[in-house]
């Protein structure tokens, strides 16, 4: 509209241009949430395995300066090799995920991953006064499963396992793995006598960035449970009595139906 030859803006015409920049700006900042939560998530995948790196490469530099034989040292370096390896592959497989959900399916064993985890996990869970036991390990059928990604949950479930069973007073923390078959699936349970999920959570708990944990990020579990849904799987949990927490995941022998690798 043209009042004395000078544009007049109608209500209406300010109300569409004011929603078009709200647009424009929403758009903005979902670009730089979805961004910040990627860089989130690679970082929490991500801060194990190179974890477990410095641990080696210290234990190996504190080899060295007592003089050891070289056998252990190399021992050490060797693991450290090999956690880099890993964490390449984690950060390949988190960026082939994030970018199309694509899953690497080959035949996994679940109970030999269950010990690997365990053995990876054991050194850590001592030093803070926590037992791990892997029980009812026996010939389990081969799922069809990405090994990273499958790896990558259970090392996020029993890490939060250790994490509960740390809190005790007792010095009795425990960590069970347990590997089982049902009909056509296999499940993994990871449990640990913890204090049990915080009330707070119970709602919550695989909703992203939700933690109870000073240095948390509460992406571990949201991520695990996509992972797991990408498998055609289902991760849920459950109280034990009288106090801690038991988390499952189960997986179908042969793998998503009719998924594009």
């Not at 985890?117 to 390990?137: F, K, P, Q």
């Not at 007792?170 to 449990?191: C, N, S, Y």
Request: proline share 5%; hydrophobic share 45%.
């Amino acid at each position: 509209m043209v009042f004395g030859g000078v544009p007049v803006v109608t209500e209406r015409e300010q109300a569409a241009q004011l929603l078009r920049q709200q647009q424009t700006e929403l758009s903005h900042v979902s670009a730089y949430a979805i961004a910040g939560a990627m860089g989130m998530a690679l970082a929490h995948e991500i801060s194990q395995p190179l974890s477990t790196v410095a641990s080696y490469l210290h234990a190996a530099r504190r080899l060295l300066q007592s003089g050891a034989a070289s056998a252990p040292v190399m021992d050490a370096l060797s693991k450290a090799e090999m956690e880099t390896r890993r964490t390449r592959e984690v950060l390949e497989r988190v960026r082939d995920f994030v970018s199309s959900g694509k899953l690497d399916l080959k035949p996994l064993d679940l109970s030999n991953l269950a010990l690997k985890i365990g053995a990876l996990c054991r050194e850590e869970a001592t030093a803070r006064g926590i037992h791990v036991e892997i029980e009812n390990i026996r010939a389990i059928p081969l799922v069809r499963a990405d090994r990273i990604q499958i790896e990558q949950v259970l090392n996020n479930l029993v890490a939060n396992a250790i994490d509960a069973a740390s809190e005790r007073t007792d010095a009795r923390g425990l960590v069970v793995m347990r590997v089982a078959r049902r009909g056509e699936r296999v499940v993994v349970q990871v449990e640990d006598n913890g204090p049990g999920v915080a009330p707070e959570m119970v709602d919550r708990l695989f909703e992203a960035y939700q933690t109870t944990k000073p240095r948390g990020m509460g992406l571990g579990l949201p991520l695990s449970m996509q992972i797991i849904q990408k498998h055609a799987g289902h991760l849920w949990w459950e109280p034990i009595v009288p106090e801690g927490t038991r988390f499952l995941v189960e997986l179908q022998i042969n793998g998503p139906d009719n998924y594009a690798v």
